[in-house]
């Protein structure tokens, strides 16, 4: 799939680096979201957590397999 676990940039800017669509950028700028750095990295680690659960997730849903392999690429990053 095009673009799928692959470097994007943002419609618009977002942080230091402009419109690159990175956890650094986000957490540049973290008074923007009116949060402190600290609180804004717990908000990260708190989603990283959810994302990082993604495959169970979907196999609870009953994804195929071929179905998980084929959205796998999506979710490359979210250890990031």
Known sequence: LPG??????LCMALGE???EASVAN???MSPRF???RA???KVVAAM????GRWE????????????????RGC??????
């Open 26 to 28: 986000a957490l540049s």
């Open 17 to 19: 680096r402009g419109r």
């Open 4 to 9: 799928v676990g692959t470097e994007f940039s």
């Open 56 to 71: 169970e997730h979907y196999r609870e849903h009953g994804l195929s397999a071929g179905d998980l392999a084929a959205i």
């Open 48 to 51: 990283q957590a959810c994302v």
């Open 39 to 41: 609180e804004a990295e």
């Open 75 to 80: 979710f490359a990053r979210a250890s990031l």
């Open 34 to 36: 009116g949060l402190v």
